[in-house]
């Protein structure tokens, strides 16, 4: 018998739907156990998020600072495939998976393992997963898989939506006209598609073309701009802010709220100003750099590690 975990952080509830979802094909046969682990923060990230607490996580999940954690029971802890499912909090894991990947428990049981990741995100997600990945490498485990499950919706509607979302809980249509934001429901139940190719992958003992086929069923789709855009943001907006904030010390503390209010009025300002600009450029220069945009897509769609190949080619030198 085939014994999968199934690790995840659902603050909304989404995820949970989606891994359920993916996990049906398994829960179908007698030929595989599944064991679900929610993993859960001492002090949760209450769902609708309140304005200033959505603000305030900023730092700690950019700069991959950890929460404390309940304890999980995963029983002997052996299992013969770990699928790893988790949202983006600020273009980083949201801070209680990023928390369990720095746990000892992580180490004991994804050394040696095969790996799947799983994301229910908005739109941006590639850097996240480039530190996930990482993280994968340096705890033993060997990543085979990505699956992602976006909000479909353009990006200057979707920041409307997602916000509605994100402050009120409600999944209807926001003012009655705009589409319903986050995942659909349709591509909820869709992620038992790619349940289904996990499956017949394990059957057949052979992982090797499974992210191959998995991006032929459309399990991933990149979008040159937002990689772009998000890796750019990231590495030279997002970490000095990170940093600005936490010199006034941890979550909640007094001595940070004026800065956290100060983030709260550039975060939608950058969105709606900046990323349109960046955005003309882009398509100005893209036809310049087919061939780098080629490769972008090429790569993240795939497993690969490229900090794993550059630190291979530093040893061997």
Known sequence: MTKILILYYSQSGQLSQIVKNFAKPFENSDNFSIHYANILPVKDYKFPWKGYNFFDAFPESVEHIPCELEPLDLGDENFDLIVFAYSVWYMSPSIPSNSFLLSDQAKRIFKGKPVITLLGVRNMWVVAQ????????????????????????????????????LFTGKKDRFLGFFPKPAISDEDIKGAEKYGEIVKKHIEHNNFDDLQHNLVKAKAVKINPYLATTENMA????????????????????????????????????????????????????????????????????????????????????
């Open 130 to 165: 480039e530190y996930v990945k990482q993280k994968i490498d340096e705890l033993g485990g060997k990543l085979i898989g990505n699956i992602v499950l976006r909000d479909r919706a353009e990006n200057l509607t979707g920041i409307i939506t997602i916000s509605y979302f």
């Open 234 to 317: 990231y590495n030279r907006v997002f970490t000095k802010w990170s940093k600005f904030m936490l010199k006034k010390g941890g979550p909640g503390n007094p001595a940070r709220k004026t800065r956290v209010r100060i983030f709260a009025c550039y975060f939608p300002f950058a969105i709606l100003v900046i990323a349109p600009i960046e955005y003309i450029f882009f398509i100005i220069f893209a036809p310049f750099r087919l061939g780098k945009i080629k490769e972008q897509i090429r790569y993240y769609s795939s497993t690969e590690n490229k900090a794993n190949k550059q630190n291979l080619t530093q040893n061997a030198e």
